[in-house]
């Protein structure tokens, strides 16, 4: 069990909005830590979709946010695409491990 | 343009050993924190090993003592040489590059393909 906790799955309707969430704790988002997020489609390697919290990199659509609050960080996915059917995991850092990357356990996003 | 390629995976009995290759292209491995995850079938993403820029090195405690990282800044190439394999270390292994975040944190920009590693009898 991660100690970063996402739910197992998520789902909507095209052009619903949908969020995930990532619920730590004081030793890593609650701690001020920083937490990104990946996206990784079935066969291939994750993709940086979110970093810093709120950042997307240069070519990521605006559809995709990124936001935290207290322990917890959320991924927020607007107007949802088929092609926005994946898996998506956030990383933060913990600060009560020997070494402090730390993943969450995953959510597939499935389209209705 | 930022490229990483991951070499060397296959299928290995237990307790055998694998090195496998990150060639990078397109910046520096020596001056970059990178990092071995793995994703076991079906399974979320695991840290296995990273290496800072510094050349600081750190294992997971699940292959603490039988795995290795390495890099050859003449090739610009990490490696991760996986000693006495176990079933469950049956993963595709992924290399990435770090970036800074901020403190001692790290988020990863770039990712290899990944490579398969099945350790069965």
């Known amino acids: 069990q991660s100690v970063l906790t996402q739910p197992p799955s998520v789902s909507g309707a095209p052009g619903q909005r949908v969020t995930i969430s990532c619920t730590g704790s004081?030793?890593?988002?609650?701690?001020?830590?920083?937490v990104h997020w990946y996206q990784q489609f079935p066969g291939t390697a994750p993709k940086l979709l979110i970093y810093r919290n709120s950042n997307r990199p240069s070519g990521v659509p605006d559809r995709f946010s990124g936001s935290k609050s207290g322990t917890s960080a959320s991924l927020a996915i607007t107007g949802l695409q088929a092609e926005d059917e994946a898996d998506y995991f956030c990383q933060s850092y913990d600060n009560s491990l020997s070494i402090s990357v730390l993943f969450g356990g995953g959510t597939k996003l499935t389209l209705l | 343009e930022v490229r990483l390629v991951e070499t060397g995976g296959g299928l290995i009995q237990p307790g055998g050993s694998l090195r496998l290759s990150c060639a990078a292209s397109?910046?520096?491995?020596?001056?970059?924190?990178m990092i071995w995850v793995r994703q076991g079938p079906g399974k979320g993403l695991e840290w296995v090993s990273l290496i800072y820029s510094g050349g600081s090195t750190y294992l997971a405690d699940s292959v603490k003592g039988r795995f290795t990282i390495s890099r050859d800044n003449s090739k610009n190439t990490l490696y991760l040489q996986m000693n006495s394999l176990r079933g469950e270390d049956t993963a595709i292994y992924y290399c990435?590059?770090?970036?800074?975040?901020?403190?001692?944190?790290?988020?990863?920009?770039?990712w290899g393909q990944g490579t398969l590693v099945t350790v069965s009898s």
């Open positions: 990435a590059k770090g970036e800074f975040s901020s403190y001692d944190e790290y988020y990863f920009d770039s």
């Open positions: 397109g910046f520096t491995v020596s001056d970059t924190y």
């Open positions: 004081n030793s890593n988002i609650g701690g001020g830590y920083d």
